[in-house]
């Protein structure tokens, strides 16, 4: 059946609806449908009992109510929490109504006035009914639910159970007081079932567990007669175990989530006619369970669940169909896995009941939450108009595709319209200099002002709009190793362009630094892996909408190092070959080489150190005539920086410096690469990444392992420090001193540890973006595959306890070989690997070498040029 948004094929149809008074609550164990007097007829009345303690008795007699349906209306002096009928009276078999209230159990004889007649004909007061009192249990402890059976096997009569809000169940064989038990491991109450083939409780815990106690354990247990914890402490203290036998759970089954309602029923054919089903509904799964606890079968719904009831639909077999209310106003009925009906109500049945009233089968009794009850069926309206004939025409095709191409049109035109940009925004201005700040200028205000090396952007903001913008946030984000003391500021009032006769910008001085070489240093060794840094304004315009704006500038090259003497150290190199005649690096440069006259003549050299790195440095040498460049150092990821400053000095310089108005007739400036790609060296490290990572999960283990060690020896030397008879202590203080020692060892190893995976994983950003950088130009990749590839092959280096940048890369670039980089169907066909952290790294080394290896063979990353046209 189709049950969408739009609603359901079929509706529940009203036979008989009222109001149970009005602004009362009611809950799903406040309805009971049954021949509550004991009728001759066997004619059912319908049972309500309502949180303001209200009991009523219905009888409908034809479709629609009358007045004279409400057979009874009670006031209670408490809460009605739950009804019951059965065999509760003594000295008879006759059902009795049993009401729960929250600090007592009364149990009633429902009884007519007058004959008994059905009708009322007979007898005007047939239709009047009394309800004696038969007895009443008084409670110690706030009552949450009960249930009721022939518990032990007893035969003719029905015993109860009640739960307590704190976990007790007492057990009442009618009118006596039996024995009471706590439940192990309690933190709130559950549903409550009773199964009579095995004389078993099924109950649901806080751990999203089903257990199962047995009758005879539950009876036998007398040590379970107090709270557990009292025995837990005085099993702890060490004065001896309590006395009798703990409650067993006969067996558990974790269901994963909460439970709505738990039912005894024959729901499987294939179960045998000894046995029974347990059907436990959970907020979107319907489990069926057999009663030895095994799962026969699982369905997982698709809504929220609110009720649960089971009902005999074969009187042969005893086979019971499950009727299942829903939160979107609905009810599904399932036999087994099969949805047979699915019907749409007025609103979210809260209790349902199947029985037979008015002398009609299968009517549905629902009560919702506010009080609406109503019988039910099911079924479908006659049509109210006839079905009109059409007249039967000739498709034309070509208006149908005019029609959808125009529709199309629509479409486009309103999802690109969509809603405009608001013209008033927050302009952001930065004003980078070139130069570092002086030692003793009177700008250091702040903890920065103890480094040498800073640097104060002035970021401007303004507003274009008349209002004031308040509370905006400003969030600066710096590349590693440099720092930023407040990285989100908070800006009061931001005045508008119609607060004041003049529109002054407010500035905002940013003194970002570079921290000092000492051990104290955060960024040690740290090479600087970017000099862009990012600015966003977050606010909220006058009109109510959140906006953000964003602005980016480079930090001074003269921030991350200096200019030296030309060193010669060729260990690692790379050579870039343009088509223009190479500028002067003096002049290329002159941010770094400016006051430093030795440096001035050095013509087609130039080194660079980098700060707080133990001298690492950087040289490049220029070729006079060819347009070649080469840069070199001792370590291979300082290439990476001074490459970027270079190719984008270089760019600029040809497009809108001196160079580009030395050939206006030659080709566009261009930058290409035509050496090996230095797998190796890449290769060396993602080695040391990977490294750093076994070691710290190593050290992380070991610390572990020493942690527990030592809580096991503290907790042995406070139980020989409270026992009153002290014993020797047997070297225990001895071995807790240096298992101490010992664990302050390993935690400075996990933070070298932890250290050292910084320093890693920093090299690895700076090879991941050099590499990225050279495949660039060795293949001449177009700005779309480079940025896609800059997705997979990521330079953001990020570990975590569960993934790292080694799986995540790999599994980047098994996407590639399986997607647009595929050679033949059978390997798009394949299966990806799970995500998880490998034994070694060789599989990723060969999957970067295939990507590159595809790339040089004229491979292409964007999927929309594999598709046939």
Not at 53 to 65: A, C, D, E, V
Not at 72 to 84: S, T
Not at 603 to 612: D, E, H, P, R, T
Not at 677 to 693: C, G, M, T, V, W
Request: proline share 5%; charged share 20%.
């Amino acid at each position: 059946f189709f049950f969408g948004p739009m609603g359901s094929l079929f509706k529940l149809r009203d036979f008989w609806a009222t109001k149970c008074g009005d602004e009362e609550e009611f809950d799903k164990r406040s309805l009971v449908v049954c021949n509550i007097d004991n009728d001759p007829n066997q004619a059912d009345k319908i049972v309500v009992g309502s949180f303001s303690g209200i009991l009523r008795i219905y009888q409908p007699r034809s479709k629609g109510f009358k007045p004279d349906d409400l057979l009874l209306e009670l006031q209670l002096d408490a809460p009605v929490l739950q009804l019951g009928a059965g065999r509760f009276l003594p000295q008879s078999q006759q059902t009795a109504l049993a009401v729960l209230h929250p600090r007592k159990l009364v149990v009633y004889n429902v009884a007519r006035q007058g004959g008994q007649g059905a009708d009322g004909a007979s007898d005007p007061l047939a239709r009047q009914f009394t309800v004696k009192r038969e007895y009443e249990h008084n409670m110690e402890r706030t009552a949450y639910n009960f249930c009721y059976g022939q518990f032990g096997g007893v035969h003719g009569k029905d015993y109860i159970c009640v739960q307590s809000m704190d976990g007790q169940l007492q057990f009442f064989e009618q009118d006596k007081l039996v024995f009471a038990r706590f439940l192990h491991n309690f933190v709130v109450p559950g549903h409550l079932c009773y199964c009579q083939k095995t004389d078993s409780f099924i109950t649901n815990t806080s751990t999203l567990d089903i257990e199962c106690y047995k009758y005879q354990v539950l009876h036998s247990s007398s040590g379970s007669e107090e709270k557990e914890d009292k025995s837990q402490q005085q099993s702890d203290a060490g004065s001896g175990s309590v006395g009798g036998k703990k409650i067993q759970v006969d067996w558990s089954v974790n269901v994963g989530e909460d439970v709505v309602d738990i039912r005894v029923a024959k729901y499987s054919t294939s179960t045998a006619s000894y046995s029974q089903d347990i059907i436990v509904l959970g907020e979107r799964t319907l489990f069926c369970m057999k009663q030895e606890g095994v799962i026969r079968q699982q369905k997982r719904l698709d809504y929220f669940c609110a009720c649960l009831t089971p009902y005999t639909w074969n009187q042969e077999s005893k086979i019971q169909n499950i009727m299942i209310g829903t939160h979107n106003n609905s009810i599904q009925i399932y036999n087994e896995q099969s949805l047979i009906w699915a019907a749409k109500t007025q609103s979210i049945p809260l209790a349902m009941e199947v029985s037979t009233l008015c002398k009609v089968e299968g009517m549905i009794v629902m009560l919702t939450a506010d009080g609406q009850l109503s019988v039910n069926y099911l079924g479908t309206d006659p049509a109210s108009t006839p079905v009109q004939n059409l007249e039967s025409k000739e498709l034309d095709y070509e208006d149908m595709d005019e029609e959808h191409r125009r529709l199309q049109a629509l479409i486009r035109q309103a999802v690109n319209a969509g809603k405009a940009e608001p013209k008033d925004r927050v302009q952001l201005k930065a004003q980078v200099p070139n130069v570092l700040n002086s030692p003793s200028d009177g700008t250091f205000d702040s903890p920065a002002s103890q480094h040498q090396r800073s640097v104060t952007v002035n970021l401007f903001l303004s507003y274009t709009g008349e209002e004031d913008i308040e509370n905006a946030v400003l969030t600066v984000s710096v590349p590693s190793p440099f720092q930023l003391d407040e990285q989100s500021i908070l800006i009061l009032s931001l005045h508008g362009s119609g607060s004041r006769g003049t529109h002054t910008p407010l500035v905002v001085h940013l003194t970002i630094y570079l921290p000092d070489s000492s051990p104290a240093g955060n960024s040690v060794g740290l090479l600087p892996t970017s000099l862009s840094t990012t600015c966003i304004v977050a606010y909220t315009n006058p009109s109510g909408e959140p906006l953000t704006t964003k602005t980016t500038f480079l930090l001074p090259l003269a921030l991350a190092g200096c200019a030296i003497p030309p060193v010669k150290n060729p260990q690692f190199k790379i050579t870039l070959d343009t088509n223009r005649v190479p500028p002067q690096m003096q002049q290329l440069f002159d941010d770094i080489v400016a006051g430093k006259g030795e440096l001035a003549n050095a013509g087609n050299v130039l080194s660079f150190q980098y700060y707080n790195t133990n001298s690492c440095d950087v040289t490049i040498l220029v070729s006079k005539n060819a347009g070649r460049y080469r840069i070199q150092s001792g370590i291979f990821e300082a290439l990476w920086l001074f490459t970027c400053e270079l190719t984008r000095r270089l760019k600029i310089f040809y497009s809108d410096g001196e160079g580009a108005a030395m050939e206006d007739n030659q080709e566009p400036f261009c930058i290409s690469y035509s050496e090996n790609l230095p797998f190796q060296e890449y290769f060396n490290s993602i080695d040391a990444h990977f490294k750093a990572r076994q070691n710290l999960t190593q050290g992380q283990q070991v610390l572990s392992e020493r942690a527990h060690q030592f809580r096991s020896i503290q907790k042995r030397l406070l139980v020989r420090f409270k026992d009153r008879n002290p014993s020797p202590l047997s070297n225990l203080d001895l071995l807790f001193e240096d298992t101490y020692r010992h664990l302050i060892v390993v935690s400075e190893k996990v933070e070298g540890n932890q250290r050292q995976l910084q320093a890693t994983a920093n090299s690895l950003t700076c090879a991941t973006n050099l590499m990225l950088f050279l495949i660039r130009y060795r293949f001449q990749l177009k700005k779309e595959d480079f940025k896609v590839l800059q997705h997979y092959l990521s330079p953001v280096v990020v570990d975590s306890q569960t993934q790292g940048w080694e799986e995540c890369t790999d599994a980047a670039m098994t996407h590639l070989l399986r997607t647009c980089l595929a050679k033949n169907a059978r390997e798009s066909g394949s299966l990806p690997q799970p995500l998880q952290v490998p034994n070694d790294i060789n599989k990723l080394k060969k999957h970067i070498a295939l990507v590159c290896d595809r790339l040089a063979k004229g491979g292409t990353l964007q999927m929309e040029s594999k598709k046939p046209k």
